[in-house]
């Protein structure tokens, strides 16, 4: 089945600076590939997901990018703010029809003000 | 916002007891999910339901978990005997088109098994 690893585990960064987080996936007929937030405590909220037909997806500070040949999918936050710490998921969905998301571990970003 | 609700929010229960964890999906999903996410850990699949039926269960997903969707609008899962390593987050998820086109999650179940 379709694995799915997430770089780094915890990731601090200052105040306005970017953030990256990686992932990468084990099955090549991946097509569906969110991103989710996940408070302290709170639901995991989809704040940005990208399909394999596209290489890359922006939404204000936050982007995503996707390499098929490669297998590796990445977010990106810009100019980050204290309200963006939280522990971010990456996760995908192996093919059409398949009902599952295998999520990846998680990263926990703490932004430092 | 359309939310997904569960309830209830917290549950302790004994070991060996039957539990029954509720959600209520967005009125117009057609596709039904519970995960669960162990304190610290990833959140892994358990079971997905379409068209009043499983449509894909996870090895969690033994003969002590079943789902049912009694009416058209509760989707439930129940534990049958509780163990103390199902003590854990339970989130319900629903989607309108299918896991493609992304979950909506509800707020959660922490269940704990003493």
């Known amino acids: 089945g379709e694995n799915v690893e997430q770089h780094p585990s915890t990731l601090s960064v200052q105040e306005g600076d970017s953030a990256v987080i990686k992932c990468t996936y084990s099955?090549?007929?991946?097509?569906?590939f969110p991103w989710y937030k996940q408070e302290l405590g709170k639901r995991p909220q989809l704040i940005i997901d990208i399909r394999s037909n596209v290489g890359e997806k922006k939404d204000q500070r936050i982007a995503v990018t996707l390499n098929k040949t490669a297998k590796h999918f990445s977010l990106h936050i810009t100019e980050t703010q204290p309200e963006d710490s939280a522990v971010y998921f990456c996760a995908a969905v192996p093919n059409f029809g398949n009902e599952k998301l295998t999520f990846g571990t998680g990263t926990r970003l703490t932004i430092i003000p | 916002e359309p939310e997904v609700t569960q309830t209830p929010s917290h549950q302790v229960t004994q070991m060996g007891q039957e539990v029954i964890l509720r959600c209520v999906p967005i009125s117009n999903h057609l596709y039904f999910y519970w995960y669960r996410q162990i304190l610290g850990q990833k959140v892994e699949f358990l079971v997905s339901f379409y068209n009043n039926e499983i449509s894909e269960k996870s090895e969690i997903f033994d003969d002590q978990f079943s789902v049912e969707r009694p009416d058209g609008s509760n989707f439930t899962l129940k534990i049958r005997s509780t163990k103390l390593e199902d003590s854990a987050m339970y989130f319900c998820a629903s989607s309108v088109r299918g896991a493609n086109y992304g979950y909506t999650f509800g707020s959660g179940t922490r269940l704990t098994v003493v």
């Open positions: 099955d090549s007929a991946s097509n569906y």
